[in-house]
């Protein structure tokens, strides 16, 4: 690392325009192949995987996106002639055009059914040539903006679905921008000097930008969620700015004690940077844990937000020391600057509120450590009630067209309709299509079913689906339980003495199927991420203590921002407030990708505070004085990391995408809380508890363990030599370890 740093700020320039020219070239070449995401959420294998598969393959024309414009009238009737002549007029001037294949209006004869009993209210459906994530955004706006051109007093018009939410406005990059913005302002509170508070949002943006330009291009070689960008800006951002200033802090601390621009530079590489390299490697083990759920949905966003962080921890090592190197001593404020002429080198020393608070956990460890357990439990608590689901339209900002479509379509016609299922089946013979003959029949009168379509087959007549219209709307637990019902009792019973095999599709059931899968493969996933991080920290620290102990930590912080979540999301406090839109349940894919990125992002604390702790402990052998002096070294950054993160992880919020307003909010909920609470608070109470235990190591592991602390080689060696010492201590006392010297 040191000859890194040495080659970065002797060829400063070089290293700079090689990150310009990376941020350029990766630019342009995003720019010129375009983007082609995918949210593809089926599973191989499920009973909905295939449906979608025997409806793609026995009626081709079914598979661009559908969409709908609702108008409604609230005195008088849709069948009105004014209403219908303007409404009909609109209807042939979307059909013409480009990109649309069909148009079904309520005033042809097969869509009778698309006028609600009372007249106030009727929808058409608009078929895509494509599906939605393959639309170009200006074809879905053309369709919106007839629609809007039809609206007059008295006739209100809505659109809903997958093209027109392309549409829809997310806020630009509003969120990124106040993100940054109050991240400079802690910089600049926290160095005092413009140039140094800048040079972390300079690395960070430059590595970010590279890095979303990237999985651009990574989206025409797999299968990459349309989120993945606006998830890995959150999170670089995030990590990228916490990075370089932990660097940059400890760069300052050495120019203080007098040390050359270019030596402390190197001394901040080589010792801070090893710790950001090394939580950036956490957070990437975490993010890549999900390849081994084996869902290609997921496996591109791994990779994308893996490749973020890898990249901000490599501007954090190359691109920061460089223009530090340009700054000089300009990373001081000019007060320090001049009390530094003055008065010459100072060693800091940890004085104020860190270190009061330092001294107070330490004489306190039982009551704090009590109280900061049942702060995390209670927030915990929602997590029992996690509901994995549908999260619709119903759930967008109430202002929206897709919500004020969604609302309309379940007032006239009872809110199944916005997410009917569909039953596809093989068909061989006339027993079979008797059989189906029958099946409308029972449909009708199954618990939970307001209407049922007649079958429909195909032009070789070997396949045949029918709609089935719920009672309830498609994110409810009634909507669940009738797919299991018809599942599991009404088809295998109506399938009796034939040869079809009706599988239950839809928007319900490929959701339901998608967190089936998940959850199954969750306990292997969780164990595989919490062990692989457990193996770094016990190589880091030779501790069995530290690991164990941040693994409860980390699990801790998971569980307690997911119970934030739940109270947001899922029970809706304050979510309509926050402009979040209605209440609903949480994406099945949710748990996965948070328990990725907030087990990866609570390692990160961890090792900032522990580390330091372990290089007190090195040179001393004093558990209490490590713990100690590292709390109060280490807080008042951590704090400050802490409060860019919470603030670029909540300007999310304003992106307008309820997906990533619910990342920013649960990975803001889990920093404030393993900052605040677990990582100043909590764990240093329980080190001081335990005493010598924290640093324990059976003596066979310690001598099979490869190397990779950390600590610098210096530091390296006062741990072989204080091995030795505690090896002799351990004979010499046999009492309780916290009666042991440190």
């Not at 559908?66 to 005195?75: C, M, N, R, Y």
């Not at 530090?324 to 001081?332: D, K, P, Q, Y």
């Not at 009061?356 to 927030?379: D, M, N, Q």
């Amino acid at each position: 690392m040191a000859a890194l740093a040495r080659w970065c700020v002797q060829r400063r320039l070089v290293a700079v325009l090689l990150w310009l020219l990376a941020f350029g070239g990766v630019t342009a070449g995003a720019v010129v192949t375009g983007t082609a995401y995918s949210n593809d959420y089926q599973v191989p294998g499920t009973e909905s995987g295939r449906a979608t598969q025997l409806l793609e393959d026995g009626f081709p024309g079914l598979g661009g996106d559908s969409d709908t414009v609702v108008w409604h009238t609230p005195s008088g009737t849709v069948r009105a002639a004014d209403v219908e002549q303007t409404m009909t007029r609109t209807l042939d001037e979307i059909a013409e055009l480009p990109g649309i294949a069909a148009v079904t209006s309520p005033y042809d004869k097969q869509g009778t059914a698309q006028i609600s009993e009372d007249g106030h209210t009727a929808y058409a459906t608009v078929t895509f040539d494509d599906s939605a994530e393959n639309l170009d955004q200006g074809e879905a706006q053309a369709v919106v903006s007839a629609a809007e051109d039809a609206e007059a007093d008295g006739l209100q018009v809505e659109l809903g679905g997958s093209a027109v939410a392309l549409t829809e406005s997310s806020g630009g990059h509003l969120a990124e921008v106040v993100g940054v913005a109050v991240a400079a302002v802690v910089l600049f509170l926290a160095f005092g000097s413009l140039a140094a508070s800048l040079l972390p949002i300079a690395t960070a943006l430059v590595s970010v930008g590279t890095a979303y330009a990237a999985i651009a291009l990574l989206g025409h070689a797999m299968t990459v969620a349309d989120f993945a960008p606006m998830l890995g800006m959150l999170i670089g951002l995030g990590v990228g700015i916490d990075y370089a200033l932990f660097i940059v802090t400890r760069h300052r601390r050495g120019l203080k004690r007098g040390l050359p621009v270019a030596e402390s530079i190197t001394n901040a590489v080589s010792t801070t940077g090893r710790a950001v390299v090394f939580a950036g490697a956490t957070v990437c083990i975490a993010l890549l844990g999900m390849l081994i759920l084996q869902l290609s949905f997921l496996n591109g966003v791994a990779i994308a937000a893996s490749l973020t962080v890898v990249l901000t921890v490599a501007a954090s090592v190359t691109l920061l020391p460089a223009l530090l190197s340009f700054i000089g001593l300009r990373a001081l404020s000019r007060r320090e600057r001049r009390r530094l002429t003055e008065h010459g080198p100072e060693p800091e020393l940890p004085t104020g509120f860190a270190a009061r608070w330092s001294a107070f956990v330490e004489r306190h460890p039982k009551a704090l450590g009590a109280i900061a357990l049942a702060v995390i439990t209670v927030l915990a608590l929602p997590t029992l009630g996690l509901r994995l689901g549908t999260s619709d339209q119903g759930n967008d900002p109430q202002t929206s067209t897709t919500r004020q479509a969604y609302d309309l379509l379940a007032e006239g016609f009872g809110p199944g309709v916005n997410g009917p299922l569909t039953l596809v089946t093989k068909v061989d013979g006339g027993d079979d299509k008797l059989a189906l003959d029958n099946l409308d029949a029972t449909l009708r009168g199954t618990e939970g079913v307001a209407s049922v379509t007649p079958v429909t087959y195909n032009s070789g007549g070997d396949t045949a689906y029918l709609t089935v219209v719920p009672e309830s709307s498609p994110q409810s637990r009634q909507t669940s339980d009738l797919v299991d019902r018809l599942r599991d009792e009404i088809l295998p019973r109506a399938q009796t003495g034939t040869s079809l095999d009706v599988n239950v599709g839809g928007m319900t059931a490929g959701y339901d199927d998608f967190a089936d899968v998940i959850v199954g493969k969750l306990p292997l996933f969780v164990g595989v991420v919490v062990g692989l991080g457990c193996l770094l920290l016990l190589l880091a620290f030779r501790s069995v203590g530290i690991p164990l102990k941040a693994a409860v930590m980390n699990v801790a912080a998971v569980a307690a921002a997911f119970g934030v979540v739940v109270a947001i999301f899922q029970w809706g406090w304050g979510s309509e407030l926050l402009g979040l839109g209605r209440a609903g349940p949480i994406e099945p894919f949710l748990p996965v990708i948070m328990v990725s990125v907030l087990f990866g992002l609570s390692m990160d604390y961890q090792v900032f505070l522990v580390s330091r702790m372990y290089e007190e402990w090195l040179e001393t052998g004093d558990n209490r004085r490590a713990v100690r002096i590292g709390l109060a070294e280490t807080s008042r950054v951590i704090n400050s990391a802490a409060v860019i993160m919470i603030s670029v992880f909540l300007a999310f919020v304003l992106s307008g995408d309820r997906v990533i307003a619910m990342f920013g909010i649960a990975l803001a909920a889990a920093v404030a809380l393993d900052a605040f609470i677990l990582r100043t608070l909590l764990v240093p109470a329980l080190m001081h508890m335990l005493g010598g235990a924290n640093w324990w190591l059976p003596r066979w592991l310690e001598r099979r363990m490869p190397r990779i602390s950390i600590e610098p080689p210096e530091s390296r060696a006062a741990h072989e030599r204080l091995t030795d010492v505690v090896a002799e201590l351990e004979k010499e006392q046999r009492g309780d370890v916290r009666d042991i010297a440190g």
